[in-house]
């Protein structure tokens, strides 16, 4: 089915041929229509369009208002104020154009794709090999989800990236160690959990550390080990490539309990760049973009200094012939670009790291890799808070893992549902399974609902409240209305366009209809927060739809179908906008 053309946009139509009649030299002008309190619209244009006219604002206003033909879409045009223009839509055009989302058999809801979509690679969920996931690596995580749900859904091709940190030194101690101790993981991946996998990963790199501070011996040749591990010795990856697979049990293991799909082909480490890096060197320096300076390879920026006001330079080969992350990071933009034909390059990177990606993205600007048709972005996110407004920590002082905070959450969520699983008649799996989707929801939901560049604070009995601005709230709101469809007996959703609407019909109503433009301006500007808000609105507004209009007892059988319609369609919005941030919505709650 084709997409859905808005109620804004049938009324901008109306507005842009009444403007242009009354001022030909305004064809095409953007008549600034917006959603308003005095009215369903408001168009605020005119002002500017008078004054580049010479003409007065209100006089013009009350002429276009002539031009205007008010019927089927439009109920009423009034002049406001200097000349502004209070806009009525008709009850039929409201009803009408929820129908033609309703009959949508595509499950889009009329939602359009974007008019030029391309191919875009987001890195997000980046958490390292042999070391536990901790509070730290939930925002990634989460945010990146559901970008790429959003941006799949508007027709983008997206390619998933988990640059997992898999390279480094500390990984010679830790070969060295298992060499040494070959039989500390013995088991088959079937066998072992993602907890056990990532304790026995905790255990040998405690006891490795211990042995390497410990004995000057076992230093040496734990060291000698990071050069066998760069030169591509054999016996050497082999023991690398137990680390890494024992830590993906564990990867996945807390990505299934985040509820998110993370596929081993999108898992590309560090360590999947290391064939490049000394290409990426040599067209950095034969290009001039980077230079040798005491030895190390630099690329140096007039605008980034340090405190004392000289020169930061961003350090792509050390002195020493090693590899820092930005030789790195410029090999994953080169293999992008040029092998995954990326248009755009989305980093959800914490926002300490600002500084880091901003050079990052200049070096591959200024060699050419990315331009006008490529771009790179970071969708920077802050820091999760404890309670006190400080970063989250345990009460001994320590980062607060992951998995950890995750059980805890559904702990708390399945104590909610339980409360009123009698009521609702949930059986014990679907309370189980509830807990889970509730627990999991509301620590998603807590993250996704503020501004990522924000801080936010942590609050498990904030998130799993009823009340408020919390996915509970939104579940339940979905949940009401599948048990209310299920009490409907016989009668069906049916749209009734001769229905006058209520005013909290009304109201509900234009707001579905802003779901479409919703979704793609949320998209566009990679800020999931303002889907949060919209669908938190749409339960606010279905709230006061319940208590001012009956469903099942309403006055006539058509408005009892037309309200069953309107509820109906609002919980397939809830669940689609809930699903596109990685949240599940309960049918029973």
């Given at each position: 089915m084709a997409s859905v053309t808005s109620l804004s946009d049938s009324v901008q139509q109306h507005l842009a041929s009444a403007l242009s009649a009354a001022l030909p030299e305004a064809a095409g002008a953007d008549p600034l229509l917006r959603r308003s309190d005095r009215a369903d619209y408001q168009a605020n244009g005119i002002l500017a369009l008078a004054k580049k006219a010479k003409a007065n604002p209100r006089e013009l206003a009350t002429q276009v208002v002539s031009g205007i033909v008010t019927g089927e879409v439009i109920a009423d045009v009034e002049v406001s104020g200097p000349g502004f223009l209070n806009i009525t839509v008709a009850d039929q055009a409201i009803t009408e154009n929820l129908a033609a989302r309703y009959a949508d058999d595509t499950g889009r809801l009329g939602v359009p794709f974007a008019a030029r979509p391309g191919t875009t690679v987001i890195d997000y969920a980046q958490p390292n090999v042999a070391k536990e996931m901790h509070v730290g690596h939930l925002r990634s995580a989460v945010i990146g989800d559901a970008m790429v749900r959003l941006l799949e859904f508007t027709?983008?091709?997206?390619?998933?990236?988990?640059?997992?940190?898999?390279?480094?030194?500390?990984?010679?101690?830790?070969?060295?160690?298992?060499?040494?101790?070959?039989?500390?993981?013995?088991?088959?991946?079937?066998?072992?959990?993602?907890?056990?996998?990532?304790?026995?990963?905790?255990?040998?790199?405690?006891?490795?550390?211990?042995?390497?501070?410990?004995?000057?011996?076992?230093?040496?040749?734990?060291?000698?080990r990071v050069v066998d591990?760069?030169?591509?010795?054999?016996?050497?990856?082999?023991?690398?490539?137990?680390?890494?697979?024992?830590?993906?049990?564990?990867?996945?293991?807390?990505f299934d309990k985040l509820?998110?799909?993370?596929?081993?082909?999108?898992?590309?480490?560090?360590?999947?760049?290391?064939?490049?890096?000394?290409?990426?060197?040599?067209?950095?320096?034969?290009?001039?973009?980077?230079?040798?300076?005491?030895?190390?390879?630099?690329?140096?920026?007039?605008?980034?200094?340090?405190?004392?006001?000289?020169?930061?330079?961003?350090?792509?080969?050390?002195?020493?012939?090693?590899y820092g992350y930005a030789a790195t990071d410029l090999?994953?933009?080169?293999?992008?670009?040029?092998?995954?034909?990326?248009?755009?390059?989305?980093?959800?990177?914490?926002?300490?790291?600002?500084?880091?990606?901003?050079?990052?993205?200049?070096?591959?600007?200024?060699?050419?890799?990315?331009?006008?048709?490529?771009?790179?972005?970071?969708?920077?996110?802050?820091?999760?808070?404890?309670?006190?407004g400080k970063p989250f920590k345990t009460r001994e002082g320590e980062t607060v893992k992951l998995e950890n905070l995750l059980d805890e959450a559904v702990e708390r969520a399945t104590a909610v549902v339980r409360e009123k699983a009698e009521k609702v008649g949930l059986t014990e799996d679907e309370i189980v399974e509830n807990g889970r989707y509730v627990g999991v929801g509301a620590v998603k939901y807590a993250d996704l609902s503020t501004s990522a560049v924000r801080d936010y604070k942590f609050d498990l009995d904030q998130m799993v409240s009823l009340n408020g601005d919390t996915s509970v709230y939104l579940q339940y709101a979905y949940a009401r209305i599948r048990s209310i469809l299920r009490k409907a007996g016989e009668a069906r959703p049916v749209a009734h366009p001769e229905l006058a609407l209520a005013p909290a019909e009304r109201a509900l109503g234009l707001h579905l209809d802003q779901f479409a433009e919703t979704v793609l301006e949320v998209a566009a500007a990679r800020e999931p927060h303002k889907m949060a808000a919209y669908l938190y609105q749409l339960a606010s507004l279905l709230t006061s739809f319940y208590d001012q209009c009956p469903?099942?007892?309403?006055?006539?059988?058509?408005q009892v179908e037309n309200r069953l319609f309107l509820v109906d369609l609002t919980a397939r919005t809830l669940h689609q906008g809930m699903a596109l941030l990685g949240i599940r919505t309960p049918d029973k709650l």
């Open positions: 027709g983008e091709n997206v390619v998933r990236r988990h640059h997992i940190g898999d390279w480094g030194t500390q990984f010679g101690m830790l070969i060295q160690y298992l060499d040494e101790h070959p039989h500390e993981l013995d088991h088959k991946k079937s066998e072992v959990s993602g907890e056990e996998a990532m304790s026995n990963l905790d255990r040998l790199y405690k006891t490795a550390r211990k042995l390497f501070d410990s004995d000057e011996e076992f230093k040496t040749r734990a060291r000698r591990l760069q030169a591509g010795d054999e016996k050497t990856l082999a023991i690398w490539q137990k680390f890494v697979d024992e830590s993906k049990i564990y990867f996945f293991s807390v509820d998110m799909e993370v596929r081993d082909p999108d898992i590309v480490g560090e360590s999947g760049y290391n064939d490049m890096l000394a290409e990426t060197c040599r067209l950095l320096e034969e290009s001039g973009v980077a230079v040798r300076s005491e030895g190390a390879l630099c690329v140096f920026f007039d605008d980034i200094k340090g405190p004392e006001g000289n020169p930061v330079p961003l350090i792509v080969q050390k002195s020493d012939g090693g090999s994953a933009i080169r293999d992008r670009v040029f092998n995954l034909k990326a248009s755009t390059l989305l980093y959800v990177v914490d926002a300490r790291q600002a500084l880091h990606f901003r050079m990052v993205f200049e070096t591959a600007r200024r060699a050419g890799w990315l331009n006008d048709d490529v771009t790179a972005v970071q969708l920077a996110f802050g820091t999760v808070l404890g309670k006190d469903v099942l007892k309403a006055d006539s059988p058509a």
